[in-house]
């Protein structure tokens, strides 16, 4: 997409908010709001989800809603058991785990496979009408950790992490699709599941800028980042990353160099205590550029967007800047491609 194509778009004018849906059409009661209020995108789940023919339209739908026809559509397509597009419709994609272990083999394999399969799960969503997906996993899994991270991990050395999510990405940005780096600063030492409750981690500073940090420092450059919901007691011990104005600005912007669109985790997790109204604004007062609101729930989506102020200059020329960082024109995923996928994964194929 073009520096032209992209002018006539006032990324200001759209609230800060991603949002899901109900179900796999608008209601008429989200076209409503939808229509007055202006969310930035839309992000899908498998009850959003049945055929190719229907995601398309449900996304052409939401974006003549909005009045927006780049209006960024979100997804969680690592591959694994986080994959929202399954069979039979779209194929199965391996954990991020594999390539880890294929990198540990033979480093260039490693790389090659993430690079091949992240273009190919990338082609998958273009054709849908998807430009965005929160992946590559650049979180650092300790030895006892909860498995909300798990075998999404590339591996437990920052090596690893960064030479496979740079990989992600550049398959990902290949695709026509932008990479989302999570959960910045880190989620790896979590003993508790966010989604649940709030983690807390109190690894002390020094240890977290040597290992958790050292992925997200190397991949500063990516172009969205998702917040974690976690408290670290050394950076900030009464609120968590998503929440706190000192870890967005002293440690995700200064200490990290990430510049890029910071959007919070999922406002709907239990790790953050309040409404969605409440924590969306206040994760906006911290410093994040947009929120996430994944239920689909009508009267949380109301009172947030009545909550939510106007976009900041600054968020409208990082969402601007992303979308302009895509290639003119995205590379095809071949039959050729997919069999030296096929061939690189052989060494760990279960």
């Known amino acids: 997409m073009s520096a032209a194509d992209l002018s006539h778009i006032d990324w200001a004018a759209y609230a800060p908010v991603v949002v899901g849906c109900a179900g796999q059409q608008l209601t008429a009661e989200e076209r409503v709001l939808f229509g007055v209020r202006k969310p930035l995108g839309l992000i899908l789940f498998a009850r959003n989800i049945d055929n190719p023919a229907q995601v398309r339209a449900l996304i052409a739908d939401f974006r003549g809603v909005v009045g927006n026809p780049l209006a960024p559509v979100l997804i969680d397509q690592e591959g694994g058991r986080v994959a929202r597009l399954k069979p039979p419709h779209w194929p199965k994609f391996p954990a991020g785990v594999v390539f880890g272990q294929l990198y540990r083999r033979d480093r260039q394999a490693g790389e090659e496979a993430a690079y091949l399969n992240y273009r190919a799960i990338g082609a998958e969503l273009a054709a849908l009408g998807i430009?965005?997906?929160?992946?590559?996993?650049?979180?650092?899994?300790?030895?006892?950790?909860?498995?909300?991270?798990?075998?999404?991990?590339?591996?437990?050395?920052?090596?690893?992490?960064?030479?496979?999510?740079?990989?992600?990405?550049?398959?990902?940005?290949?695709?026509?699709?932008?990479?989302?780096?999570?959960?910045?600063?880190?989620?790896?030492?979590?003993?508790?599941?966010?989604?649940?409750?709030?983690?807390?981690?109190?690894?002390?500073?020094?240890?977290?800028?040597?290992?958790?940090?050292a992925p997200y420092v190397a991949l500063r450059d990516a172009p969205w980042a998702m917040t974690a919901h976690i408290v670290y007691t050394a950076l900030d011990?009464?609120?968590?990353?998503?929440?706190?104005?000192?870890?967005?600005?002293?440690?995700?912007?200064?200490?990290?160099?990430?510049?890029?669109?910071?959007?919070?985790?999922?406002?709907?997790?239990?790790?953050?205590?309040?409404?969605?109204?409440?924590?969306?604004?206040?994760?906006?007062?911290?410093?994040?550029?947009?929120?996430?609101?994944?239920?689909?729930?009508?009267?949380?989506?109301?009172?947030?967007?009545?909550?939510?102020?106007?976009?900041?200059?600054?968020?409208?020329?990082?969402?601007?800047?992303?979308?302009?960082?895509l290639p003119a024109q995205a590379r095809p995923f071949s039959e050729t491609d997919r069999a030296r996928l096929a061939e690189l994964l052989l060494p760990v194929a279960a």
């Open 237 to 325: 011990a009464a609120l968590p990353a998503t929440l706190s104005p000192k870890v967005i600005a002293e440690v995700i912007r200064s200490q990290i160099g990430f510049d890029g669109v910071l959007i919070s985790d999922d406002l709907t997790m239990k790790a953050l205590k309040g409404t969605p109204a409440e924590t969306g604004v206040a994760s906006l007062k911290a410093g994040c550029d947009l929120v996430l609101h994944c239920s689909g729930d009508l009267p949380e989506m109301q009172a947030l967007f009545a909550a939510l102020p106007a976009m900041t200059e600054a968020a409208a020329r990082r969402v601007a800047q992303a979308r302009a960082g």
């Open 131 to 213: 430009d965005v997906d929160c992946a590559p996993v650049a979180d650092l899994p300790v030895e006892g950790a909860h498995d909300v991270i798990g075998d999404r991990a590339y591996g437990r050395d920052a090596e690893t992490v960064i030479a496979i999510s740079r990989a992600v990405m550049r398959g990902l940005s290949d695709a026509g699709v932008l990479p989302v780096i999570k959960h910045i600063p880190g989620h790896g030492r979590s003993h508790t599941d966010s989604h649940l409750d709030l983690p807390v981690v109190d690894t002390d500073r020094a240890t977290l800028e040597r290992s958790d940090f």
